[in-house]
């Protein structure tokens, strides 16, 4: 895995996307989700519903991303001219040349628009083909049923489930998560269907 460029201002763009580095001051504009879309961290082990809540969820990532085990980018849609969400590489492992692609959200207007198909796109592009990584890996929680259709309509492969993996974000019980995976030498199947439906 080619480490030195996450340690770079990474830009991804396209017709529609554009993911840079998240940063502190972002909250400005992730702010509005926090506080009027409570449904995004329904599934969300790390919360970020409030004001303060957010300040801990960027500076957690910012710290990861010190580190190196995260890339975190925040997401600008250009059709509507506005910021739409966040995502990110996170246990990035290079000598594995293996990472997960997930904390994913969008406000809910930016939802089943098309908008996640250009990232994801722009991401795996990045991770199998500048990084050279072999093994890019999804995680979320079994119940989230859109979350896990929106993995599977651009190729992910489905691994199996975590039992009782880890406890949910109110603390009252535990949740199974499911794995899905896209592999490199399923890459180039992948990123041909993913460009077909973004042209048609």
């Known amino acids: 895995m ?19 580095p998240l940063r502190e001051n972002d909250i400005e504009h992730l702010l509005p989700f926090a506080i009027h879309e409570p449904e995004i961290w329904r599934y969300s082990l790390t919360q970020a519903g409030s004001e303060d809540k957010l300040r801990r969820y960027i500076s957690i990532a910012l710290d990861a991303k010190a580190k190196g085990k995260e890339y975190p980018f925040i997401i600008f849609d250009k059709k509507t001219q506005s910021y739409a969400g966040s995502t990110r590489f996170y246990d990035i492992q290079p000598e594995y040349d293996t990472l997960q692609l ?4 969008y406000g809910s207007e930016y939802q089943g628009t098309g908008l996640n198909k250009h990232c994801k796109l722009l991401l795996l592009q990045l991770a199998f083909e500048n990084l050279g990584v072999v093994r890019v890996e999804f995680r979320a929680d079994n119940n989230n049923k859109k979350s896990i259709a929106a993995m ?28 899905l995976s896209i592999l490199k030498a399923e890459w180039p199947t992948v990123k041909k269907r993913l460009l077909h439906r973004l042209s048609s």
């Not at 997930?102 to 959200?105: D, H, I, L, N, R």
């Open 2 to 20: 080619d480490r030195s460029l996450l340690h770079s201002d990474i830009i991804l763009e396209d017709n529609r996307a554009l993911l840079r």
């Open 152 to 179: 599977k309509s651009i190729g992910c492969v489905e691994e199996g489930v975590l039992r009782q993996h880890l406890p949910t974000a109110d603390g009252l019980g535990r949740r199974d998560s499911i794995i």
């Open 102 to 105: 997930g904390y994913t959200w």
